[in-house]
């Protein structure tokens, strides 16, 4: 009797093909789809390694090796990607979230913020900022906008499937335009920033499958963080902006926001210590009030 396929098999058939791809994909990920297929996690995959497989989970492991050689991320294929604890779905319509985009989460809630604000959350993707915040601050009130129908529709089904769906509100908008927004309390971004004079720099995995608007912005990737600083003019004094950037851009945002009138009010780098989100508001006025 011939011995049918095990969990090993498939790991290492996996791993010999990922080691064939040129844009970096890590042998673990075997592990990964293995798990995936299974519905295993990756400690049990070791742990079962002679387990045989039916026909049909292994067709189903080969389906998404394949779909993982050609470049697809890892986070398309298995459609959701954890992003501050929680699973978001995710698709081609938006980014991926990134670590971090956690820095910027964590910065807004360590600000000092009304017991109910109002949060503007521009260019929202897969919402994994807004429904976070949502999520995080029970009280809050979040306007999650793109200029993304697509987008929109997989921010919203997130809201609902995480259950943040009664206090998030969509909008398809540019930027912040025709917002009052006086009556946001914080308007957090993570914008399109990417110059695409640098795409032939980027991993495959990235241009071929995440959507271009997520991504590149013109002027050299600063017209959407242009916008938000004069966006930023619009809010109520001390009421911040949080953005975040790419490698190499603190600079001319900080120039930019002085140029401006605002103020910096805080800078926080990443795990690799490069400046990544940046708190800009305008001033408050002086207390003239005398004591
Ligand atoms: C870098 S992605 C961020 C997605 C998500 N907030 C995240 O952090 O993963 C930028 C998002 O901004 C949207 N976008 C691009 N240009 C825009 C504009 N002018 N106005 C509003 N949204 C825009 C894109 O559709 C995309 O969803």
């Known amino acids: 009797m011939t011995r049918g396929r095990t969990l090993d098999d498939l790991v290492r058939h996996g791993r010999a093909k990922l080691a064939t791809t040129d844009f970096g994909a890590a042998p673990r990920e075997a592990l990964l789809l293995v798990a995936r297929v299974l519905g295993l996690n990756e400690a049990q995959v070791l742990a079962r390694g002679r387990q045989e497989v039916s026909e049909e989970q292994h067709v189903r492991f080969v389906e998404l090796l394949e779909r993982r050689v050609t470049g697809e991320p890892v986070a398309y294929l298995f459609g959701e990607r954890e992003f501050y604890g929680r699973s978001f779905r995710v698709d081609p319509r938006v980014l991926i979230p990134r670590p971090e985009t956690e820095h910027l989460v964590e910065t807004a809630l360590s600000l000092p913020l009304p017991r109910e604000p109002w949060i503007l959350d521009v260019g929202t993707g897969s919402g994994c900022i807004a429904v976070t915040l949502a999520l995080e601050l029970p009280g809050a009130r979040l306007v999650a906008a793109d200029l993304s129908f697509d987008a929109l529709a997989v921010a919203l089904d997130n809201a609902r499937r995480l259950g943040a769906s009664e206090r998030i509100f969509g909008l398809r908008t ?22 695409r004079a ?16 997520a991504l590149f912005a013109e002027d050299r990737g600063f017209a959407a963080l242009s916008g938000l600083l004069d966006a930023a003019l619009e809010l109520r004094p001390g009421r911040p902006l949080l953005v975040e950037i790419g490698a190499g851009q603190l600079d001319r945002v900080v120039a930019g926001a002085e140029a401006r009138g605002l103020e910096v009010l805080q ?12 708190a800009l508001a305008r001033p408050e006025a002086p207390d003239t009030t005398l004591s």
């Open 198 to 213: 640098d795409a032939p720099s980027l991993s495959p995995e990235v241009t071929a499958y995440e959507p271009h608007t």
């Open 267 to 278: 800078v926080v780098a990443d795990y690799a210590s490069i400046p990544r989100t940046v």
């Open 174 to 195: 540019d930027l912040a335009a025709g917002l009052d927004l006086e009556r946001f309390d914080l308007l957090v971004s993570n914008p399109p920033y990417v110059d």
